[in-house]
Nanobody, 117 residues
Framework: QVQLVESGGGLVQFGGSLRLACEAS????????RAWYRQAPGKQRELVASITGSSRTTYADSVKGRFTISKDNARVTVFHLQMNSLKPEDTAVYFC??????????WGQGTQVTVSA
């Protein structure tokens, strides 16, 4: 079992930046993908960005060029989501997710990101 904890959310003005972090309770050699999702009020949870073990990344069209997902250079249990040029429509609860080769998926509890106009 792996526990994930997000941090770095908060309130920011239009055009501002935030850096989210997701820390796992332990490293897992079976991890195949790390991802960030978000869920706005009244909407379905959506994939924001993902990164594979070989560092291949994918992004939702709505965040391309503004958000960057990355693994932490020093800590194998941590990965990040750098969010720049934030817009009010980026307001949501952001969840980190880890998928393993066995097909297991682990989720964090979420961190609120609010962008004011």
């Amino acid at each position: 079992q792996v526990q994930l904890v997000e941090s770095g959310g908060g309130l920011v003005q239009f055009g501002g930046s935030l850096r989210l972090a997701c820390e796992a309770s332990r490293s897992s050699f079976n991890t195949v993908v790390r991802a960030w999702y978000r869920q706005a009020p009244g909407k379905q949870r959506e994939l924001v960005a993902s990164i594979t073990g070989s560092s291949r990344t994918t992004y939702a069209d709505s965040v391309k060029g503004r958000f960057t997902i990355s693994k932490d250079n020093a800590r194998v249990t941590v990965f990040h989501l750098q969010m720049n040029s934030l817009k009010p429509e980026d307001t949501a609860v952001y969840f980190c997710n880890v998928g393993t080769a066995a097909g297991d998926a682990y989720w964090g509890q979420g961190t609120q990101v609010t962008v004011s106009a």
